[in-house]
């Protein structure tokens, strides 16, 4: 391995553009490789202008923050990042495997086996952001890939937010904040579950519990949190149990992270080797 100097300025000469990858939120993703070692990488570039239109320099600085600090196995990393006179460059773990979402198009529904699995890793890396007081607020299959051996990785955490963890040492005990300042807190954390629930009920029946024609529909439904399972394909009642128990109106009712993770159906589906139990 040679020395790794951090401190390394990129640029673009440093890399060797490939294919384009697809598009994220607010420029192009190609492929590219280091030139002098020859690692693979996922260069995002995005366009200064783009991002002075939409006065998003602090969500921009806010996700690279993040995604720089986290190290995950189940978690996307960004290694680095440069800019010239119009553009910023994200170097961007490259996953081999391409987006979940296609395979989740092709086979139409997943085993409850992979299910369980994707679950689990999930779970795990929504585990490992929550207690950096990170919380992502946008999975969903887009934003789901997978490497070279089909184990997941969350990417784009644009709207991803840092909780203003410094509250619970500020203000110590949570006596003087109001009832929504605490329930905005918990509910919070607790809107990754609900979406695990959401990203639960795709693998395994092809379609979002809530779909509806039109999006005031889908609205009423997830506020009436009109779930029903239909009688094809037959799944599991271990399954729906967590289904159920995590599309919760009430966000401290939902089950957490950790009790995903001792469920029967994941302990069922789940083997070590799949995932880091
Ligand atoms: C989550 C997200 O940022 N999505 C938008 C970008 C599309 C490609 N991005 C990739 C990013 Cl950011 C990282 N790795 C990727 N690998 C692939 C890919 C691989 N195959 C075989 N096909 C594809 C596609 N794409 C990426 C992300």
Redesign the pocket.
């Known amino acids: 391995q040679p020395p790794k100097n951090p401190k390394k300025q990129w640029s673009l000469n440093d890399f060797e553009i490939g294919k384009p990858?697809?598009?994220?939120k607010f420029g192009r993703?190609y492929l590219a490789r280091e030139v002098k070692s020859g690692f693979i990488v996922?260069l995002?570039v995005i366009f200064k202008e783009q991002i002075e239109k939409y006065r998003l320099h602090h969500q921009l600085r806010r996700e690279m923050e993040i995604q720089t600090s986290l190290r995950h196995p189940n978690v996307?990393r960004l290694y680095g990042w440069f800019h010239d006179e119009e553009r910023i460059y994200l170097i961007?773990?490259?996953?081999?495997?391409?987006?979940l979402y296609r395979e989740l198009r092709k086979t139409g529904r997943l085993s409850e086996k992979q299910a369980a699995i994707y679950i689990a890793s999930l779970t795990q890396a929504l585990a490992y952001c929550h207690e950096k007081h990170v919380i992502h607020r946008d999975i969903k299959p887009?934003?789901l890939?997978l490497d070279h051996e089909g184990r997941l990785k969350i990417?784009?955490f644009g709207w991803s937010v840092q909780s203003r963890s410094k509250r619970h040492t500020m203000c110590g005990t949570l006596d003087y904040l109001a009832p929504e300042m605490v329930e905005n807190k918990a509910h919070d954390y607790a809107v990754d579950n609900w979406t695990l629930g959401i990203l639960c009920y795709e693998f395994l029946y092809g379609v979002p519990p809530f779909e509806a024609e039109r999006q005031t529909d889908t609205f009423r439904r997830i506020m009436k949190v009109d779930l029903s399972f239909p009688s094809t394909p037959d799944v599991s009642a271990e399954a729906k149990d967590l289904i159920s128990q995590l599309l919760v109106k009430d966000s401290s009712k939902r089950l957490s992270l950790q009790k995903i993770m001792e469920h029967p159906w994941v302990i069922k589906n789940v083997t070590s080797h799949d995932t880091i139990i």
């Open positions: 990858l697809g598009k994220g993703v996922a995002k996307l961007l773990e490259y996953a081999h495997g391409g987006e887009e934003n890939l990417a784009d």
